[in-house]
């Protein structure tokens, strides 16, 4: 048995076994959680009253985020290290443009500040991408506010949300925004643990829950029309691929199943025990697989190999696995998995 069906195996078969209540909600304290026995379904825990909230739909998710927030100083925010998710980078300077707008650097182009280096670099390094200044980090303040949702008051109310796992700032820019940051912030619980949580509403005024309704329908399209697209593409005409291109598809065509197109984004090593856990899983274990990958997020690289992690919360003792996968570039530009 290798290690991917043990861990899969650990995470479909096992039953919860007891576990503190109280340490388990400690652990889990301003976390988003990924309901992985279910279809993923994101919860809030919030860090003060330690009451889940469900996040429903994306864009209800944005607004239930921002309803948390609370006001903090332009001084106080730049105490905490910025964390970066990917999306549309026009400079590609590792910074996606929604960042560059919160933090007032110039999406198309790679050094805003002229100084030699890159945007992405800058932040990456705490220094700022704006002037010369090294971000003045305080690790002990940006731990103690962790899981906390925070307002720009002293610009145009912009919201960062501190991701306990690393205790990085990540923004919140639009209700799509909060959509990724739930997939890829988010930890994956079974449902026995969910449970322990008390759970908690909060009635959003309707002003603010009428504009979400339209960009819900659109996010939905997308999807739809890109899965759609994924269903017909072929081996050979998915040339350059991205590497968290690679995990989205994969994340995408285990949901649906589609054991062929699962298997093509693996080295041909790994294809036959990809095939094996594709037949061995059952519902629940699917979703639980593909969330996986899509809770993946960059770790490092080398030359030409890149390296993506998540945690895996397992319900039995109560701990939680790091879990890694590798992808190599192809010499045609694709990427594959190379080990899991
Ligand atoms: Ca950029
Ligand atoms: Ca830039
Ligand atoms: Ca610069």
Redesign the pocket.
């Known amino acids: 048995m290798n290690k991917y069906i043990f861990i899969i195996a650990l995470l479909v078969l096992f039953p919860n076994t007891s576990l503190a209540s109280q340490s388990l909600i400690e652990h889990l304290t301003g976390r988003i959680l990924l309901q992985v026995e279910n279809k993923g379904e994101a919860w809030f825990v919030h860090p003060s009253n330690l009451k889940k909230y469900y996040l429903g739909r994306p864009a209800d998710a944005y607004n239930i985020m921002k309803y948390f927030g609370i006001g903090i100083t332009n001084y106080d925010l730049e105490r905490i290290p910025i964390g970066l998710i990917d999306g549309l980078?026009?400079?590609?300077?590792?910074?996606?443009?929604d960042l560059?707008q919160a933090i007032e650097t110039n999406?198309q182009e790679i050094d805003s500040d002229g100084d030699g280096y890159i945007?992405g670099d800058e932040v990456n390094n705490n220094y700022s991408p704006n002037n010369k200044d090294k971000y003045n980090i305080d690790t002990n303040f940006s731990q103690v506010n962790a899981g906390r949702i925070f307002l720009q008051t002293q610009k145009n109310g912009q919201a960062w949300y501190i991701n306990p796992a690393d205790a990085k700032r990540y923004y919140l820019g639009k209700p799509t925004d909060a959509f990724k940051i739930m997939q890829k912030l988010g930890l994956g619980v079974r449902n026995n643990d969910l449970d322990k949580i008390i759970s908690d509403t909060i009635n959003l005024p309707a002003e603010e829950l009428q504009p979400s309704e339209k960009t819900i329908e659109t996010i939905k399209e997308k999807r739809e029309r890109l899965g759609m697209q994924n269903t017909d593409l072929q081996p050979n005409n998915q040339t350059n691929n991205t590497a968290i291109k690679v995990l989205h598809n994969t994340a995408s065509a285990i949901r649906r199943t589609d054991k062929k197109s699962v298997s093509q984004y693996f080295s041909p090593e790994l294809k036959k025990a990809i095939d094996y856990t594709m037949d061995f899983l059952d519902d629940d274990g699917i979703l639980a697989f593909s969330n996986i990958f899509s809770a993946l997020k960059f770790e490092k690289q080398d030359d030409n190999k890149k390296i993506y992690s998540t945690e895996i919360y397992f319900g039995l003792g109560g701990y939680n696995i790091d879990y890694s996968v590798v992808l190599e570039k192809q010499e045609d530009g694709d990427w594959l998995i190379i080990s899991l």
């Open positions: 980078d026009s400079d590609g300077d590792g910074l996606s443009d560059e999406p945007d």
